[in-house]
């Protein structure tokens, strides 16, 4: 079967999906993009994902006149019943005739999505290493932007290590990860890093504050000092493609007893009951 993409309107096999070489998008990374999850067929927190793609958008003054509704329309056709996929939906300020920092006159954005498998993550019931690593990025990353080259370079350090994440510190204070949010239980009491410019308000973030305070599980956004998170009872980190993993070792050291905890348990057990209520 040939995998179906959805390029400026119109859908075609993969391997027919063609951009300029002009497109800002390969020239500059000059655009945004979009991860959403769909369980059996259905998108997940859709909403959600499309206001923070309009304030992505509005970051880089690009404007896409589509609604919850028109996005939802694109999609569907990409999207099988009974598999747990994810969109990927990119979208750049488009080809220009030569190339020039400034925005070119005539914009027409580069609409661009395809829909792959979330495979579940090999391991997660053991729990993930990860290392620290200083934040080298830029100062706009709540802005779901595809020049990614820092987190790419970030996470491979980690992987390189035999590590599934880096984590980020900027200034003694930890921020997410390279792909992922950023949770740490320290006496009790679940902690996520605040939203700010420093990191993507994760959609996954979100949920998990969500069914933390519904199940009665003390959790606040608060900042969180690296010898705070060396010393938490649980570190985790969460996305759309991995869900959440519990971090089990840090640079070396055990977090905790070294295994996933149960407040990370209780709280993957709430998202799976949460995910199948939807599908
Ligand atoms: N990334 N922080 C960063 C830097 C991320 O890249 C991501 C997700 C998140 C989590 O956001 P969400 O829960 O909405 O997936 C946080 C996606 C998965 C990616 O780049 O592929």
């Not at 979330?118 to 990025?137: E, M, Q, V, W, Y």
């Not at 009491?189 to 504050?209: A, F, H, Q, Y």
């Not at 000092?225 to 971090?247: C, F, H, K, N, P």
């Amino acid at each position: 079967m040939t995998e179906l993409v959805y390029l400026n309107g119109d859908y075609l096999p993969l391997t027919e999906a063609k951009v300029s070489v002009l497109d800002r998008g390969f020239l500059f990374g000059d655009g945004v993009y979009e991860v959403i999850p769909a369980y059996g067929g259905k998108l997940f927190r859709l909403e959600d994902h499309i206001v923070r793609l309009n304030n992505s958008l509005a970051g880089i003054r690009l404007t896409v006149p589509h609604g919850v509704a028109d996005w939802q329309a694109i999609f569907q056709p990409l999207l099988s019943a009974g598999k747990d996929q994810y969109i990927y939906l990119q979208i750049t300020r488009g080809y220009a005739p030569t190339r020039d920092h400034g925005f070119p006159e005539t914009v027409v954005p580069t609409v661009f999505a395809m829909c792959s498998e979330i495979k579940p993550f090999p391991g997660k019931s053991a729990g993930i290493k990860a290392i620290t690593l200083d934040d080298t990025r830029w100062q706009l990353c709540n802005i779901k932007a595809i020049t990614l080259l820092a987190n790419i370079l970030l996470r491979q350090q980690a992987l390189d290590r035999d590590c599934a994440e880096a984590i980020l510190v900027k200034n003694g204070y930890v921020i997410e990860g390279a792909a992922s949010n950023l949770f740490a239980v320290i006496d009790g009491e679940l902690i996520t890093p605040p939203k700010s410019n420093e990191i993507l308000p994760g959609i996954t973030r979100d949920v998990i504050l969500e069914l933390a305070s519904a199940d009665g599980i003390p959790c606040r956004e608060d900042i969180i000092a690296l010898e705070g998170l060396q010393t938490a009872e649980e570190v985790w980190v969460a996305s759309s493609t991995r869900e959440i993993l519990a971090v089990v070792e840090l640079d070396g050291k055990p977090i905790g007893t070294g295994k996933p905890g149960p407040v990370w348990q209780r709280l993957d057990d709430l998202l799976q009951t949460y995910k199948k209520s939807l599908s």
